[in-house]
């Protein structure tokens, strides 16, 4: 498991935040742990630093926290959190009893599928197409168990995205699942090696969500999400990571 910790600018005289106490020097913030994985452009690691849309969004929220970004799969991240050994994930979609999602979303899970340009599939028509068919999935993925009944396609679980583009690229795979926009900043993709075939299959909200334990801080995280969409702040950031901005992903899924 790799750490990386964010840390918070503290001024050498006295900060009062309209959000928070104030903190002196040398008074140490509260740590908040917050778990997600390697997926870009949402947050990932390059040259030693965790960077990333959802990291830049935290940033910008200015918590009162000192925060400390893990990444581990997300089936390990999502147990973590409902245990209460991590106190905030980036990534939910389902509800549970011990978390507390955020009421605004700022990224959308626009699932498809991925082929080789040279596929005979140019079109999605549905699943039955791939028949016989090796496709690959990312394990974690919670689309996975809406689709691992049809028993005609081999499915293959891969524990990252790079594994999977390679072992497509390579022909091992004859498609796989893949989330729009993080494929859209892949090479392959921009040297049209592979396609994503639409219509997608599934979009769907993805939320930011602490352990009950934390709620104290869900409505701050609220208001800026909300503040942000607003003022256009969501939509920069996607764009200084080199993607579409979230007003066009939202309604790339309000149209599916």
Known sequence: MA??????????????????????????????????FDWAPYSYQKDGQTIGILIDLLNLMDLPYDVHFNFMPLPRCTAAVRQGQQDLILYATVPHDTLIMSETAVQYHISGIVVPTGSEHKTYAGLSQFAGETLGVLRGNPIYDSVRQYRDIHWTLQNSGSSMWKMLMGGRL??????????????????????????????????????QSKAAI???????????????????????????????????????
């Open 3 to 36: 750490m990386t910790a964010i840390r918070y600018s503290v001024l050498s005289v006295l900060i009062c935040l309209p959000i928070s106490a104030c903190y002196a020097e040398t008074e140490e913030l509260p740590v908040l742990n917050v778990c997600g």
């Open 174 to 211: 004859d498609g796989a699942i893949g989330e729009y926009l993080s494929l859209t900043r892949l090479q392959p993709y921009l040297r049209n090696e592979i396609r994503f075939l639409e219509p997608p299959l599934r979009a769907a909200p993805v939320y930011i969500a602490v352990h």
């Open 218 to 256: 869900l409505p701050l995280i609220n208001s800026r999400l909300t503040q942000f969409l607003r003022d256009g702040s969501v939509d920069r950031i996607y764009e200084q990571h080199g993607v579409e901005p979230f007003s066009a992903v939202k309604a790339m899924a309000d149209n599916i």
